[in-house]
């Protein structure tokens, strides 16, 4: 199978099939030969972070009536005629008239004429900034807006073009396995600016294919965003205490807090599904961390008799618009009414979260997006309905080039 219809056949199930392209990417991408992995990689994320633009490129030439997996096609050789500057043109178009020959009956004579008024047909933008904005970034207007009204232009301009980074593939190694020392020696381990590598033990991971990586097998590193790892962080878990991750699967903080607390520390660990609650046992047999317990179960509801843990992480449900670089597929399903039927559900797990915290213990509340409602709009409500528990910490990591955007607080219960 050829490179381009490997990545076709890819975004089809991404796109039709609502696989998310994350996972998708760690179980499939081996299938690729090593020389073409990093294009190919190129193609499938570049495609869905920009694929409002791509449409828009396509759709100046036919009408709406273009059949579903063709919208597909065409879209994916937009991107390579938009940004791919180093690939010739007839050679973009030719591979995606073979696709179609080969699995769009009827459909070739259409996607090679298009394709050949896009390669010849320079892009024009509205006038109107925002506009603008949400066509080259494919981040929709009502969410450009947004941002501009609940923290400034500037940073609506910074969150749009953030969705379209590159992001590095970063890991923790497992203290438990694998010094920083160790790590530093190793060609495919690449220090992180700023001495964070020898703080923090995050690296960026500079192989293939991590999934059959010796390394990962082993249990040595795990993927993690760095902002992710700031909200284990958060926690400041300790040897000997019990700990709570309500929303846990797969399990990427679980397993960092445990590693930070030397596999010393009992942890709970729900998710409302038993395969990704699986997801979470697996990951910490590869680990080597026998002190976590999983379990399914919904976390809004909180089990009688109440147990009580020193910490709590509430790692809720959320729009998910501070990691639309990490997960671009988020981008063909953003919704404005998402938010409204969010904001219940993160303000029951916040009070399970609560009832679940010790005296004198810790609640965290984090978020992997950018919304002041999901975010200090929901800890503000909260803490006015219990005065038991004081603000310790705040903090919104905004998108970059390294690390996605998150939202975390850190709360105390009264002793």
């Known amino acids: 199978m050829m490179m381009r219809e490997w990545v076709f056949r890819a975004l089809t199930d991404v796109i039709r099939k ?5 996972l998708y990417l760690k179980d499939h991408l081996q299938e690729v030969d090593e020389k073409d992995r990093a294009l190919a990689a190129n193609i499938f994320y570049g495609t869905l972070q920009n694929y409002d633009l791509c449409q828009y490129d396509w759709k100046r030439f036919t009408d709406d009536r273009v059949d579903p997996k063709t919208r597909i096609l065409l879209s994916m050789s937009c991107y390579q005629l938009l940004f791919l500057d180093k690939v010739p043109d007839y050679a973009i178009i030719n591979d995606a008239v073979k696709i179609a020959a080969r699995m769009l009956p009827g459909q070739k004579n259409l996607v090679n004429a298009v394709l050949r008024k896009c390669a010849n047909t320079p892009l024009t933008y509205p006038n109107d900034p925002i506009k603008a904005l949400a066509l080259k970034t494919s981040v929709p207007e009502w969410l450009i807006r947004l941002w501009i009204k609940q923290y400034s232009a500037q940073q609506a301009f910074k969150f749009a073009q953030a969705s379209l980074a590159a992001l590095p593939v970063v890991v923790r190694i497992n203290p438990l396995k694998y010094s920083v020392e160790e790590a530093m020696k190793c060609p495919r381990l690449k220090e992180l600016p700023n001495g964070l590598s020898k ?9 293939t294919q991590i999934g059959t990586d010796w390394l990962y097998k082993e249990g040595k590193i795990s993927v993690q965003d760095p902002g992710s790892f700031e909200i284990a962080q958060m926690v400041d878990i300790k ?3 019990s700990v709570l991750d309500l929303c846990a699967a797969p399990g990427t903080k679980t397993m960092a807090m445990a590693e ?3 596999n010393q520390a009992d942890i709970t660990a729900l998710d409302l599904h038993e395969h990704r609650v699986k997801l979470i046992e697996q990951d910490a047999r590869r680990l080597g961390l026998d002190h976590i317990t999983a379990r399914v179960q919904d976390a809004s509801q909180v089990s009688e008799p109440v147990k009580q843990y020193d910490a709590v992480l509430c790692d809720v449900p959320c729009s998910g618009y501070g990691i639309l670089s990490r997960k671009p597929d988020l981008k063909l399903r953003l919704n404005p009414e998402d938010i409204d039927s969010l904001l219940p559900i993160q303000k029951e797990l916040l009070e399970a979260g609560a009832e679940q915290t010790k005296p004198g213990g810790v609640l965290v509340y984090s978020t992997c997006t950018l919304d002041t ?3 200090e709009k929901q800890v503000e409500k909260f803490l006015a309905a219990h005065p038991d528990f004081t603000k310790e910490e705040e903090k919104t990591i905004e998108p970059s080039k390294q690390n996605g955007g998150f939202y975390l607080c850190k709360m105390k219960r009264q002793a």
Do not use: V
């Open 18 to 22: 609502k696989t998310y392209s994350n």
């Open 199 to 207: 703080r923090s033990g995050l690296f960026e991971y500079r192989g």
């Open 239 to 241: 040897p000997g205490m």
């Open 260 to 262: 930070m607390a030397g």
């Open 373 to 375: 409602k999901e975010n």
